[in-house]
């Protein structure tokens, strides 16, 4: 089993919260070694999932806390945000999401659809669980060859 560094984090399930979570992965994914093109993109994707987990895990329970869990390895990052708010059906909220037309309406969107297709889009492999509240962990690696290297190969 690989060995890593873990850093918990535990926020109350407010908004202005948000940003201490963006905070505390910058400075983790600079020390890890990712580039700061690749740490922007991290960071919209985990603002995405704490922000998720605050406006439909804790809609009716506003006392919730949110739980950010970095998991530092040699090779990757992997950081699961956590919440044991009200669960939801990822497939459910996957068709409600999608599919967007090229020419719509960014402000049209349905709320949740766009923070999924971030989150899957910026990230190198993302699970979801949804037992006891919702977990999402997502990875990332450290270096791009890692990715290629680990995909599936395509044959054309």
Do not use: C, W
Not at 2 to 9: G, M, N, Q, S
Not at 36 to 42: A, F, N
Not at 54 to 74: A, L, M, N, T
Not at 104 to 110: G, I, K, S, T, V
């Amino acid at each position: 089993m690989a060995t890593y560094d873990k850093i918990e984090l535990n926020v109350p399930a407010k908004p202005e919260f948000v940003s201490l979570g963006r905070l505390t992965l910058s400075g983790i994914a600079s020390q890890a070694g990712f580039s700061y093109e690749v740490i922007e993109d991290l960071k919209i994707a985990v603002s995405e999932a704490i922000t998720n987990s605050i406006r439909h895990g804790f809609k009716e329970k506003p006392d919730g806390e949110v739980k950010i869990e970095f998991h530092i390895y040699s090779d990757k990052l992997d950081v699961i945000v956590s919440d044991k708010g009200k669960s939801f059906d990822l497939e459910t909220k996957r068709k409600e999401g999608g599919p967007y037309e090229a020419d719509e309406d960014a402000n049209l969107m349905r709320i949740g659809g766009l923070g999924l297709f971030l989150i899957e889009t910026l990230m190198d492999d993302v699970k979801f669980y949804s037992e006891d509240g919702v977990s999402v962990l997502m990875t990332k690696y450290i270096n791009e060859k890692q990715v290629e290297e680990n995909a599936e190969s395509v044959s054309t």
